[in-house]
């Protein structure tokens, strides 16, 4: 639902323009969407339904890959710093779930430190052993890579920091927070099959730390970033989702930048706009795959 609410209101701003009411309007039904869909993200993530992508990762990759972003975001009044191991070697987790979680780590800290202060990303190797695992329920014995996130801002007293992870909880005033940022991070990393820890107290900063579980594989390089450009062209394109909303955008975007759609809502159905294609390129490849007796997919 959300896809297509998101969807109509790009496709009716690119109609109307930003500058008449109307298209204020519109921005204004976007950005409470995108509230929404992020609220749903959390939700998802705290309940440990999102999908992932899990590779293999290493962690003082990612905090590099993401660190540029963090200084737009954060402002000149917070300075990053960056201890960052060499030989960490691989864990397995999503990347881009990886990202937003040091992402909402580092807003929590910028929200920690109204006047500015230092925010400090550390990544080491760490054993936890019995001792480790005995006071920290939750956790497991074994070899992890960590990585730790330290600000200098107001801490937090006992009965909040046991409080943290709980969803809906905050200390923010209403209206401002959500509660379900850092139960989000925690969900995120419990399905990353981990640890997170942290240690607070007031007026002394605080620090959260994200053990992952240590694996012997190949890391994969975080994708570049490339540049987005609008696909044009003329092919036939067919369309399968089971939403009728989304399904309807999807074909709606598709045509405006030149494609034939062929559209049905499951894989059994019988494909709408099909017939306008009995005896073109499509109907011709579709002949040459029943002629030789396999099934292709183009």
């Given at each position: 639902?959300?896809?297509?609410?998101?969807?109509?209101?790009?496709?009716?701003?690119?109609?109307?323009?930003?500058?008449?009411?109307?298209?204020?309007?519109?921005?204004q039904i976007q950005a409470a969407a995108e509230r929404a869909a992020d609220l749903t993200r959390q939700l998802l993530a705290f309940s440990r339904k999102q999908v992932l992508a899990m590779t293999a990762v290493n962690l003082s990759d990612v905090v590099q890959r993401v660190e540029p972003m963090l200084r737009r975001l954060l402002g000149e009044r917070i300075t990053i710093v960056t201890d960052l191991a060499d030989d960490l070697g691989a864990v397995t987790a999503d990347i881009s779930q990886l990202e937003h979680l040091l992402i909402n780590l580092a807003v929590n800290a910028r929200d920690a430190m109204p006047h500015g202060g230092e925010l400090r990303f550390t990544t080491v190797k760490a054993t936890l052993?019995?001792?480790?695992?005995?006071?920290?329920?939750?956790?497991?014995?074994?070899?992890?890579?960590?990585?730790?996130?330290?600000?200098?801002g107001t801490g937090m007293p006992a009965d909040v920091k046991a409080q943290i992870f709980e969803p809906f909880f905050t200390t923010k005033e209403r209206g401002q927070g959500t509660g379900l940022g850092l139960a989000a991070v925690y969900g995120t990393v419990k399905q990353f099959g981990g640890y997170i820890d942290v240690e607070s107290e007031p007026g002394r900063g605080t620090s959260f730390t994200i053990y992952l579980p240590h694996?012997?594989?190949?890391?994969?390089?975080?994708?570049?970033?490339?540049?987005?450009?609008?696909?044009?062209?003329?092919?036939?394109?067919?369309?399968?989702?089971?939403?009728?909303?989304?399904?309807?955008?999807?074909?709606?975007?598709?045509q405006r930048f030149g494609y034939h759609v062929i559209e049905a809502d499951c894989g059994g159905a019988r494909a709408r706009g099909a017939h306008e294609t009995s005896r073109g390129p499509l109907a011709a490849r579709r002949r040459r795959a029943s002629a030789d007796g396999r099934t292709r997919v183009g």
């Open positions: 639902m959300l896809t297509a609410i998101l969807g109509y209101s790009e496709l009716l701003q690119e109609q109307i323009g930003p500058d008449k009411p109307i298209g204020r309007d519109l921005q052993d019995a001792a480790f695992a005995e006071h920290h329920p939750g956790s497991r014995v074994g070899h992890y890579n960590a990585v730790r996130v330290t600000d200098g694996v012997e594989s190949v890391v994969v390089p975080a994708p570049a970033e490339k540049p987005v450009s609008s696909p044009v062209g003329h092919e036939t394109i067919l369309l399968v989702e089971d939403e009728s909303s989304v399904r309807a955008f999807a074909k709606i975007t598709l």
